[in-house]
């Protein structure tokens, strides 16, 4: 059977999850294998970013809390630079 872009996404956020919650994360080799791939992944982990980001800083106050309010608030901050400027064209 074959899988679905939702199940694919749900399955790779699942993964990834995981790894961020763990406490000692080699977060430094996951930026490095990222910024090292292919040109064109870099783009579309670029574009995925920048989605997060956009979301983050639309957040309601009400989901906001200590928790995640400095990373909205940093989120809101990226979106005023970008100034509408957001995704990467595709070549």
């Not at 995981?18 to 579309?44: P, R, V, W, Y």
Request: glycine content about 2%.
């Amino acid at each position: 059977m074959e899988t679905t872009a939702k199940e694919r996404a749900l399955t790779a956020f699942d993964v990834f999850e995981k790894f961020i919650n763990d406490m000692g994360a080699d977060t430094d080799t996951f930026t490095e294998k990222m910024t090292s791939c292919h040109k064109t992944l870099q783009q579309s982990m670029y574009r995925l970013c920048i989605k997060f980001i956009s979301k983050m800083a639309k957040k309601e106050s009400w989901q906001v809390d200590p928790r995640n309010e400095y990373a909205v608030k940093q989120c809101q901050k990226i979106m005023d630079c970008l100034d509408g400027n957001t995704l990467a064209p595709f070549i």
